[in-house]
Each structure stands twice: as C-alpha cells, then as structure tokens.
C-alpha cells in the first residue's frame, strides 16, 4: 500500500537504524510527542533497535490521558440531566472522573453516546429538539477545526439545543513548559506530524531559538520515526537547533490555512490545565464570547468542580518524560486496561497502555523494566 508498506519496510529501518548508531557519540534523550508515535514505538520495538545511549521518553501529547479530571467529572454531571444527551468519542468513556466515569454513567441510565466526529453530534442535535445535546470537545489542534466547524453548523441551523464542554489543549505550549522545567533532560523533540498538519511549523521556530535545541516534525510510521530520530541525532552530534520536518509527504511550512481560520473564528487561546501535569498558561482553547450560547460552561449551572488523581498514579510524571509506565507501582498490577487507575492506561494512545500491550513482560524485570 502506498505511503504505508516503505514505511514500515525493516530493511529501511535497520539500516536508518546503523546510521543512528554510526552518529551517535555521545548520550541523548529525545522525546516524542504524540501517543500515537509512542504505539509506534512500542509496537515495532524501535527503541530497542537504537544505540544504548539514545533514549527515548515519552510526552503528553495523547489528548485523552490530559483532559482534566473536572471535565470527566463535568461531564458525568452534565449526563446525569434527564434532558441532556451528552456526546462523545469512544475512547472517553472509561477515562477515570475522581469517582466514576461515563460508561458507568450509561450504564446507570444517563443517555451518553458515542460518535466518530463532532458533525454527528450537531446531527443528534437537529433530531432530539426536545433534548440538550453536550458534545464534550477534547483533543490537540487536530480536532479543533472539525469542532470549530461543528459550532459554525449548529449556529447556521439555529439550534438552541448544542453546546460543547471544550477541554482543547496547544502543543507548543506544552513542550515550552517542559522544557522550562528543572526538571527536564529532554535534548530534542520529534513533533506530532498530525497536528503540524494543521498548524505547520511555524510555532516551533520560536522554541528552537528560545531553547537552542532541535525539534523535526515526525510522522507515525517506524521509518517515518527512525528518520525524525536520526535527523535530531545528526543536529545534536553538530550542536544545531533548528526545526526540520522529516513527514513532508503531509506537512508544509504554513500548514492548512483554512483549518487555522476557523479555528481562530470559533476558539480563542486560553490559559488550560492539564491532566497530570497541572495548569500551564496560555495551553488551550476556549469558545469565544461570540459563541457563548455553545458554551456547555456557560449554558449550565455546573459546579466549580477539583479533583485530585488516585495518589499512587504517576501519570505527571509519565507524561513529562520524567519516569517510564513500567517504573508505576500499579502498572499492569492495581492498574490495567480492564481497571484503569490513570487515563495513560485507557486511551489509544496512552503510553501506560502501549507498555501494557507491548511491554508488560518487563515488569518482572523489576521497577523500570530494564
Ligand atoms: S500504570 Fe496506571 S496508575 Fe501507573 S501511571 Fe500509568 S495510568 Fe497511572
């Protein structure tokens, strides 16, 4: 299949692999982004294909592991109105609120559906006029044109009966709080090819600079990944920072213009917390005043909700790179994908859950699995 089998070809990867190894003198670690590249990873066993000393750590970038627990909560409240239908994707249902989570909401009669795009909701909408259709509105700048648009759709078919609970989350906000910390030991960044798709890679010039550290904006597949991490090695062996982009076969430099202008139309930047790892400025968007009557916020009296993460969860540290799943007291023992303690161990894209698929035999390793 074109675009996929050469991309998943293992004599291309072993070779990019040698060459990792042949520039490779001193130790470095790179972190990728996105939980779909961490799956990747995991799945082809890239990182053990790499030279002892490249690591690679994994980042927040799976929009359903950093969705705060107050908009699981919000949303199992909003579920629990007679007259409210709320909407979701799929893999939400069984992210862990503080106390329940909404496909134990369902379960106990709240009407929660799921669907495969926000439009679908704006459609339930249009045929339950008697009902209030909440579509809870998550993820990077991926989604949010298409949810962007789904407002545009039900403010042009003059519903009254929409709204969306919007819990969107930036990358370059992200990585700049990462890489302030004192904590990091990140030396380069593989970008998510997804969102650059969107967003280009402008945005992370500024980062280069800022930080003086590489970032290439990567794709999905194991050479597309092997490549981004032989790109950072080669600008890191000669002290470069700059940003590249290995996954030219889908990002430009300005990204999908008419994408961002309706996003900018629809979502203003907004100060965002983020699920284990706490309130990072300027991360997310919000619905503008303008589309305040979508606003699920807004629209309902919810109540001004905190919650805290189960006390033996690391995620906050999962998700900045910081420790491995396989380092987690709970993993693969209290915590599993049946009964997940963290929302890294439910999504997709969860590292928690790529190590539990691909993994779990390194627990019997000892703490770390190494
Ligand atoms: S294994 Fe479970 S408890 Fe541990 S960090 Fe991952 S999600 Fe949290």
Redesign the pocket.
Known sequence: MKYIDEYRDERIARVLAKEIADHTTKPWVLMEICGGQTHTIMRYGLDELLPSNVELVHGPGCPVCVTPLEAIDKAIELASHPDVILVSYGDMLRVPGSHSDLSRAKATGADVRIVYSPTEAVRIACAHPDHKVVFLAIGFETTAPANAMAVWQARREGLTNFSMLVSHVLVPPAIRALLASPENRVQGFIAPGHVCTVMGYTEYETLVRDFDMPIVVGGFEPVDLLEAILMLVKQLERGAAQVENQYVRSVSYQGNRPAQQIMKEVFEIADQKWRGIGLIPQSGLRLRAEFAAYDADKVFDLALITADE?A????AQ?LRGLKK?TD?P??AMR?TPEN??????VSAEGA?AAYYQYRRHMVAAGPGGR
């Open positions: 189960p033996e969860c690391i995620s999962v799943p987690c709970a993993f915590c997940p303690l963290g929302a890294p161990m928690c």
